[in-house]
């Protein structure tokens, strides 16, 4: 399995396909996973930390 | 994201680009070229020695550029891989100059400078695209001012302003007193020097600078090559001070951040730029001015917009605490125009629709809530993958099939859709992973070949 992009989506599926038992290759363009989500301090509507 | 760092299961290729992918469903041959990091990822602690030294200063773009970084970096502090990289555009060694003090600090021994990329041939059975998307440049709509005035910012940057890991450490200057400050930083570094050089022009000749430069003005000292130095040196210093003093005196009066605007729907919405909705930029312009009010109490927030989009479990219950406990007022409108106002305060031109009256109100900082664009490259990868992409640049998709691309065995989900919030991205993620693995089982096993 192959996985574009390492942000939110990319990680939530790389781990589910991982889980499942395939072997997945995730490819991040930058030199780390995490993308947008990381950037930002807190998440609404319950303002838990986003990382 | 650490889980990822440590499944098994997962192979994690960061600073990677894909290439080229050949093949259907269940038998993909897809080229993924490894960039060069140059530092070893196997021998590389993350400790970050190699970063302390580098003398090369870079904007950093993970803070949107409001801070700097080395030119040896990790992208952040908690990033996985650890593994740090270097930026050849800006490392002193890849402009041919004489340095290497990063392969000097590192114990580890991970820097090479002669590190090449390599290419990694891989057989997959099915793909997820999720690339996500790029902030929209506001400087693209010329009345917003955006590049012009320094306290309109997007939200993104103000974001990075709230976080305590951030360039302002959770406080919210104002870019502009920031840059005022650093100015201060750089003059007094320069007034050191400069007073340095005097002060031994002063022990030599055994009287102050701001005396003998009196009697060397008026003529009455001999002229002479090291007096003439002297009194040059003396003259550039001066207007050093002249400037410090006039800008520490204006520093004294600033203040954080206390009245802020948000404005909605800047390039979503608008038939000039993107004409649908971003999704989650009203919630995140809330949560922004919620927090901002956690962090200082004297907060206040305006929120301009169309209408306000909280459509999300518990989002309108969140957007009303807001306006109840956050100081939060909702003003629909669409904003004309930011001018500049006194003291760098932006000023916000816009009509209010319910007493039909146009109003000017200056407040200390602008906050922009930027469209959700399609991600950097996306038309690239589009035509890398072989799959077609809608009228506004997203992976093109059919409602009864919402994450099956043009093509067989790829998929796609998150903001690579189309715009849309966290859970949301989480939740399409996790059917993008089923639909991934339905593609593979159906496929006959005499063409399936993955690893």
Not at chain 2, 5 to 23: D, F, K, Q, T, W
Not at chain 2, 137 to 151: S, T
Not at chain 2, 308 to 321: P, W
Request: hydrophobic share 35%; aromatic share 8%.
């Amino acid at each position: 399995m192959l996985v574009i992009g390492g942000g939110i989506a990319g990680i939530q599926s790389s781990l589910d396909l991982a889980e499942m038992g395939f072997k997945v290759h995730l490819v991040e363009r930058l030199p780390s996973i995490g993308g947008k989500m990381t950037q930002l301090d807190k998440t609404f509507p319950t303002n838990d930390c986003a990382i | 994201m650490l889980d990822v760092g440590r499944h098994p299961n997962i192979n994690l290729m960061a600073y990677s680009e894909v290439e080229n992918v050949e093949g259907t469903v269940g038998c993909f041959k897809v080229r993924v070229r490894k960039k060069a990091r140059y530092v070893d990822e196997a021998k590389c602690t993350g400790c970050g020695a190699c970063t302390e030294k580098c003398p090369t200063n870079v904007p950093d773009l993970y803070n949107e550029g409001h801070s700097e970084r080395k030119a040896v970096y990790s992208w952040f502090a908690q990033g996985i891989p650890s593994t740090h990289a270097i930026d050849t555009d800006h490392c002193r060694v890849f402009q041919g100059k004489k340095c290497g003090i990063c392969q000097k600090q590192c114990e580890a021994d991970a820097i090479d400078f002669e590190q090449q990329d390599t290419i990694v041939e891989l057989d997959i059975g099915a793909v997820v695209v999720a690339n996500g998307y790029t902030v929209f440049d506001p400087g693209k709509i010329h009345e917003y001012r955006y590049n012009a005035l320094p306290n309109v910012v997007t939200a993104m940057e103000f974001e990075r302003f709230l976080s305590a890991s951030g360039p302002t450490h959770g406080h919210i200057d104002r870019p502009s007193d920031t840059a005022v400050r650093r100015r201060i930083a750089e003059l007094e570094k320069q007034e050191a020097r400069a007073v340095k050089g005097l002060a031994r022009l002063e022990d030599k000749h055994g009287e102050k600078s701001e005396e003998f430069y009196k009697k060397y003005s008026s003529g009455r000292l001999e002229d002479s090559d090291g007096l003439k130095q002297w009194a040059e040196k003396y003259e550039s210093y001066l207007p050093i001070k002249e400037e410090l003093t006039t800008l520490k005196r204006k520093a004294e009066n600033f203040t954080t951040a206390k009245k802020l605007a948000f404005i909605q729907c800047v390039g979503s919405r608008d038939l000039r730029f993107y004409p649908f909705c971003s999704g989650f930029c009203c919630m995140h312009s809330i949560k922004e001015a919620v927090i901002a009010h956690e962090h200082d109490n004297a907060t206040t927030s305006v929120i301009f917009g169309m209408d306000i989009r909280a459509v999300g479990k518990g989002f309108d219950e969140y957007k009303v605490r807001g306006s109840n406990n956050s100081n939060i007022t909702y003003r629909r409108s669409r904003v004309a125009e930011i001018v500049k106002g006194s003291n760098d305060n932006p000023t916000v031109v816009y009509e209010d629709t319910r007493t039909q009256q146009v109003v000017r109100e200056e407040f200390d900082m602008v906050i922009l809530a930027t469209a959700s664009a399609p991600a950097d490259g996306v038309a690239e990868l589009g035509e890398l993958l072989g799959i077609e992409r809608n009228r506004f640049g997203f992976f093109k998709t059919t409602p009864t099939n919402p994450l099956d691309t043009t093509k067989e065995g790829i998929f796609v989900c998150g903001c690579s859709h189309s715009p849309m919030d966290i859970p949301e991205s989480v939740a399409q993620a996790s059917s993008a992973a089923s639909r991934a693995v339905q593609a593979v089982l159906l496929t006959p096993e005499k063409l399936l070949k993955v690893s």
